[in-house]
Structure formats: structure tokens, C-alpha cells
Antibody, heavy 127, light 107 residues
Framework: QVQLQESGPGLVKPSETLSLTCTVSGGSVSSGSHYWSWIRQTPGKGLEWIGYIYYTGSTNYNPSLKSRVTISVDTSKDQFFLKLRSVTAADTAVFYC???????????????????WGKGITVTVSS | DIQMTQSPSSLSASVGDRVTITCRASQSIRSYLNWYQEKPGKAPNLLIYGASSLQSGVPSRFSGSGSGTDFTLTISSLKPEDSASYFCQQSYSTPWTFGQGTKVEIK
């Protein structure tokens, strides 16, 4: 059974870079059958999709965060990472990592959905 | 961005009740709609994908319906363990977006 676990500092100073790791156990980030995503949750804005990565390194980011976000992957360690630069108090959130799966849709596309999530890590931005 | 609006924001129901949660998209998303359950301190859990496909391992009392802009999550007979928050999410186009959530409480 695949499990995901977020790790990283729980406190980051304003203007610094938030760095988180998601470790995949019971599976492989190189499976080719999944993408890997970061999501955050704040009381004010609710759940916000940050972006996703494929094991090849191909990424897709939320335009609202794209200028400050980098998602990367280390296939040798079955880990993927989030870096969020120039953080402010508004970036205080619970951050989740998740696995994205897909299924064929009735048309020519695919249904993408996040089928396995980590428990989340609370990151506070404060001096 | 596609806006997702859920209603109600919270509800209280009795064990055995039929519960319905609605999610409306700001534009057509065909059937690219997922539902998740979230409990405090636990990883969110996928319930429904593609608007109506039940995720493996999810109890059959959960069902989803709808297409276009209007979607429904139904719990046919509420159980105590269903006390949680429920979120819809569209995967029709990036950036993927979520509803604000519905908190279900047991009376």
C-alpha cells in the first residue's frame, strides 16, 4: 500500500524559502502511471492546488504561484520536493503531497484524481 | 480559473439519514469532478472520481452524480464515521480548483 509522508521545517521566516519533502513508500515515483502533486490548505482560501510533477521532471504549476514555486523529483530516493520562495504570512498553511492517478474518460481525455494523500504538514511563516 | 461552489457549508444529520452535498462549477467541466473526505489529522480520502465512479474501497453508501456545472455527492445512509468535511475538485483544466468544503456533523 502506497503511503506518502511530508517532512520539513514547521517554521519559516518571511522572505525565506519554504522547502518540503514528500517521501513515497510502498511504491515508486518512477512508476510512470502517476503524477505527484502538492496542495496546500489555509483557513481563508481553503484547498489550493500548487502543482504536479512527472518522474521525467515535467511539471505543471498553478499560475498564481508559478513565479515562486519549484517542484522537483529524486527517483533514486522515491521523493519529490516543493520549494516556495519569498514566503509571507499568507503562505502559512497545511501542505499536502498527493499521488495523481488517471482513468480513461468517456471522450478522448482522462480523469485525473488524487488517490493517495499524505497527512499534511503545518508550516507557519513568522519571524 | 474555474470556481467551484459547494453547498451547504455545513449540515447536521442523524445516523441513517440521506445526505446530499452540491457542487457547482463556474463553467462546464463535463464529468471532470472528484470528491474527497477529510478528517482532522488524517490524510484526505478520495471518494468519487469522474463525477460518479466510486474509488476502490469506498463504501457503496457514497455516490456521485452530475455533469456540466452541477454535481451531487450523496451519502445514502449516514454513519457516525462519516462525520467529516467533504470537498469537490475539478480536473477539467489547470489550475485545478476545489470547493470550499462541506462539514457534516452527526446529530
Amino acid at each position: 500500500q502506497v503511503q506518502l509522508q511530508e517532512s520539513g521545517p514547521g517554521l519559516v521566516k518571511p522572505s525565506e524559502t519554504l522547502s518540503l519533502t514528500c517521501t513515497v513508500s510502498g511504491g515508486s515515483v518512477s512508476s510512470g502511471s502517476h503524477y505527484w502533486s502538492w496542495i496546500r490548505q489555509t483557513p481563508g482560501k481553503g484547498l489550493e492546488w500548487i502543482g504536479y510533477i512527472y518522474y521525467t521532471g515535467s511539471t505543471n504549476y498553478n499560475p498564481s504561484l508559478k513565479s515562486r514555486v519549484t517542484i522537483s523529483v529524486d527517483t533514486s530516493k522515491d521523493q519529490f520536493f516543493l520549494k516556495l520562495r519569498s514566503v509571507t504570512a499568507a503562505d502559512t498553511a497545511v501542505f499536502y503531497c498527493a499521488r495523481i492517478a488517471w482513468a480513461a474518460s468517456a471522450g478522448s481525455g482522462h480523469y485525473f484524481y488524487m488517490d493517495v494523500w499524505g497527512k499534511g504538514i503545518t508550516v507557519t511563516v513568522s519571524s | 480559473d474555474i470556481q467551484m461552489t459547494q453547498s451547504p457549508s455545513s449540515l447536521s444529520a442523524s445516523v441513517g439519514d440521506r445526505v446530499t452535498i452540491t457542487c457547482r462549477a463556474s463553467q462546464s467541466i463535463r464529468s471532470y469532478l472528484n470528491w474527497y473526505q477529510e478528517k482532522p489529522g488524517k490524510a484526505p480520502n478520495l471518494l468519487i472520481y469522474g463525477a460518479s465512479s466510486l474509488q476502490s474501497g469506498v463504501p457503496s453508501r457514497f455516490s456521485g452524480s452530475g455533469s456540466g456545472t452541477d454535481f451531487t455527492l450523496t451519502i445514502s445512509s449516514l454513519k457516525p464515521e462519516d462525520s467529516a468535511s467533504y470537498f469537490c475538485q475539478q480536473s477539467y483544466s489547470t489550475p485545478w480548483t476545489f470547493g470550499q468544503g462541506t462539514k457534516v456533523e452527526i446529530k
